[in-house]
Nanobody, 125 residues
Framework: VQLVESGGGLVQAGGSLRLSCSVSGFTKDDYAIGWFRQGPGKEREGLLCINTSDGKTSYVDSVKGRFSIARDRAKNTFYLQMDSLEPEDTAVYYC???????????????????WGQGTQVTVSS
């Protein structure tokens, strides 16, 4: 399984950015994809996730209404759409995959299986 992220960069506060996570190696919809970030001097934080088994998603409160996750089945790519960005959103963003997720709510998964390389997002004030 491979995860390749792209789309990071520099954006002004209030702007938008869309990150991509290209996924390869899974043979059926029985995995979950999550987006995480780690800001400077901060611990890694889970943001949102989707379980491909049932399409259910989960978001942390801090990004509800601003961030969303979407999937392009044809491209095997998951997107993190980020709107109304704030300087506090500056971080390295990672996508992760958890195989054999079944119908477990994705926010309960351990996220130990696969990680992307990360992409830097910087929000200027």
């Amino acid at each position: 399984v491979q995860l390749v992220e792209s789309g990071g960069g520099l954006v002004q506060a209030g702007g938008s950015l869309r990150l991509s996570c290209s996924v390869s190696g899974f043979t059926k919809d029985d995995y979950a994809i999550g987006w995480f970030r780690q800001g400077p001097g901060k611990e890694r934080e889970g943001l949102l996730c989707i379980n491909t088994s049932d399409g259910k998603t989960s978001y942390v409160d801090s990004v509800k209404g601003r961030f969303s996750i979407a999937r392009d089945r044809a491209k095997n790519t998951f997107y993190l759409q980020m709107d109304s960005l704030e300087p506090e959103d500056t971080a390295v963003y990672y996508c992760a995959a958890e195989g054999d997720s079944g119908y477990v709510p994705c926010e309960l998964l351990n996220w130990r299986d696969y990680w992307g390389q990360g992409t830097q997002v910087t929000v200027s004030s």
